[in-house]
């Protein structure tokens, strides 16, 4: 979390729940929590609307789709643990690149300002 120490509350919040869901023991109705991923993942899949952020979003939205007697399954709470790795991947790599392209942006502002 030291490397995303200036991002968004939103982006802190979905790097410390899927932390915490992966650390720590959990029973399966502790998964609510990824809920801290999944709507700021929602929030900027349908604002860019790119194909891996439909991806990230959908297999997270998946992963919590499924009942708690599912959640017994190895094979499915595998697909969890992996779902929730790449969701919260795809969000912080799609965070760096927004917040990069508003970096160029200020950048370019202040310079045709100096102009």
Known sequence: MILY?????TTLFAIAAV?????????AYDNFMIIFLLVP???????????I???????????????VKMSKNDLYEL???FAWMIGLAVF???????????LETENSSIYELKS
């Open 5 to 9: 120490q200036k991002a968004s509350l």
């Open 19 to 27: 932390g915490g869901r992966l650390a720590t023991y959990h029973r």
């Open 41 to 51: 993942l929602g929030y900027s899949t349908f604002k860019y609307s790119t194909k």
């Open 53 to 67: 952020l439909w991806f990230g979003f959908i297999i997270v939205a998946l992963s919590l789709w499924g009942t």
């Open 79 to 81: 697909f969890q643990l």
């Open 92 to 102: 912080l790599i799609s965070q760096n690149k927004d917040n990069s392209s508003q």
